[in-house]
């Protein structure tokens, strides 16, 4: 599978052990930065992230960064995209599974490695349910349903 990491300078470090850590489960990787503790804005990262994924450019996105909110809202900002909010992997898996979730975000600055890898693990390994959950998606783009 095919997933696109992006992160900001608080999420660099848990992006960089899940990169390693998807490569050795087999993964492509693109990996779209931060590439340093530095600081930068996380919705520059959200907004390319999310271009790579509507592009099909990955089958998934990973983001992180130090609460997982920040890009996580400039990741939902574009149509098209699903990005569900992880703080372990049973959120990851329900993401998947009952939101049709393409993109996983999780808070870098609290989350340790051992969670992230097992969150990723459930959200690339689970798939989306459909059935009475399918109508709920096709929802999310409706926007003339909105007030």
Avoid at 84 to 95: P, T
Wanted: with cysteine; hydrophobic share 40%; charged share 20%.
């Amino acid at each position: 599978m095919v997933l696109a990491f992006s992160s900001d300078h608080a999420g660099f470090e848990l992006k960089q052990h899940l990169i390693e850590y998807a490569k050795e489960q087999g993964h492509s990787i693109v990996d779209l930065g931060a590439h340093s503790t530095e600081s930068v804005d996380y919705p520059d990262y959200g907004h390319a992230l999310a271009a790579v994924v509507l592009r099909k450019e990955a089958e998934l996105g990973i983001a992180i960064c130090g609460s997982g909110n920040g890009i996580n809202i400039a990741l939902n900002r574009h149509r098209g995209i699903r990005a569900i909010l992880a703080w372990n992997s049973e959120m990851a898996r329900l993401g998947r599974l009952h939101n049709h979730a393409n993109v996983l975000s999780l808070p870098g600055r609290f989350m340790d490695k051992a969670e992230g890898e097992r969150s990723l693990n459930a959200f690339v390994q689970t798939s989306f349910e459909g059935g009475r959950h399918q109508g709920r998606v096709e929802k999310l783009e409706d926007l003339s349903a909105s007030n």
